[in-house]
């Protein structure tokens, strides 16, 4: 038998988890510790420097929408972005979203 995708996720998830949470002001939210196709695609789809289209399209309307009642500046953004990469093996770069080699 040949590689089993549904085992490697399978395995994946187990390791890591399906959600990478964080806390701001008190408040927790959640990312995915993968990334759907179509997920990448809205992600690639994105100006490099479109923070809130990044933060909406991994977080998702109904997070988006409490994460942005938060004060957040562009430094945060960045470390917090740098601790999912680290803790999931993620790298969100500047044109899209990969996953490190």
């Not at 089993?4 to 939210?29: H, I, K, M, S």
């Not at 695609?41 to 998702?60: E, N, V």
């Not at 942005?68 to 960045?78: C, G, L, N, R």
């Amino acid at each position: 038998m040949g590689y089993n995708v549904n085992a490697a996720r399978a395995q994946r998830l187990e390791a890591t988890g399906e959600r990478w949470e964080f806390e701001l002001d008190g408040e927790t939210f959640s990312l995915p510790t993968e990334l759907s196709r179509a997920t990448v695609r809205d992600l690639a789809a994105l100006d490099p420097s479109d923070l809130d289209g990044l933060l909406a399209a991994m977080l998702g309307p109904e997070q988006f929408e409490r994460f942005a009642t938060h004060h957040t500046s562009v430094q945060d953004i960045q470390a917090l972005l740098e601790a999912y990469g680290q803790e999931t093996g993620m790298a969100l770069g500047e044109e899209s979203a990969s996953t490190r080699s």
